[in-house]
């Protein structure tokens, strides 16, 4: 099966690069975003009008690419979880995670036995519509190369951490930070103290036990404080933010240049 990208990365003690694609669900951003040089991309269900066909769609455009297709589902249903993992996703991220219970089901869902219970359906997308010459082996492969991403987006998932981080199958924390201001009753206030402090939480809690954490920062500068923080996994801004930024400060360039 398709090398995990973002975790080979890890494995090599760098830091991944990614990109969610809420917006731009085109046949061509596969290969956009791998000559951008992107390890990995969030395919957003949650925010966003994609269905299964869509998503379908996406992950066997990404399957031309060496980019880690991961797919932030809407709620951590199994009907979710593993259809995006049988259409062929390397993982998937699940919103507001609240207690290791909750993580426990998004593992089950998305890895096969024994360390989930995933359904089996071979000869599919997710294998090439090959059928594996043995099962087994492809269990255990596709149960390491499958990253489960779990979302600490509230004060409850927060005093969790821990304990989600400890749960066998979990690889990633990531926070959804404007979410979890929310939470706490600041919302956006990225440099308060208590925030930042969750900050560290979540990050010693993945670091404990032997899991990463990740965050999509909104600039440079809170990618460097965020990293300092603990954070090693970075997705750098949705499609349509990072599109329509680039796109005003390339319109007001050029009316500066030509007088407009």
């Known amino acids: 099966m398709k090398p995990n990208r973002l975790q080979q990365v890890l494995a090599e003690g760098r830091v991944p690069a990614g990109h969610m694609i809420s917006e731009f669900a085109t046949r061509g951003i596969a290969k956009i975003v791998e000559a951008a040089g992107l390890d990995f991309v969030l395919l957003d269900m949650e925010h966003t009008g994609h269905g299964i066909a869509r998503i379908a769609d996406l992950l066997a455009w990404f399957k031309a690419t060496p980019v880690a ?51 089996v359906g071979l000869g599919t997308a997710h294998t090439d ?44 924390l990531w926070v959804g930070h404007y979410d979890l201001t929310m939470s706490m009753g600041m919302p956006g206030d990225f440099r308060a103290p208590r925030f930042l402090e969750a900050m560290k939480r979540v990050a010693g809690a993945a670091k404990r036990h032997g899991k990463s954490a990740g965050i999509q920062p909104g600039n440079l500068d809170q990618a460097a404080e965020w990293f300092a923080l603990g954070f090693n996994v970075f997705s750098w801004g949705a499609d349509a933010a990072v599109y329509g930024r680039a796109l005003r400060e390339a319109i007001g360039a050029l009316r500066d240049c030509c007088g407009g």
């Open 129 to 172: 519509y090959v059928m594996p010459k043995d099962p087994g082996r492809y269990f255990e492969e596709a149960n390491r190369a499958t990253t489960v991403i779990c979302q600490i987006e509230s004060e409850q998932g927060l005093a969790n951490a821990d304990a989600i981080a400890a749960v066998e199958g979990v690889d990633i």
């Open 69 to 119: 297709p991961i797919v932030r589902v809407p709620q951590p249903h199994y009907h979710f979880l593993a259809r995006v993992m049988d259409a062929g996703a390397l993982g998937v991220m699940v919103p507001n995670v609240e207690t290791a219970e909750e993580a426990k089901s998004v593992v089950d869902a998305v890895k096969y036995a024994p360390l989930g219970r995933r359904g």
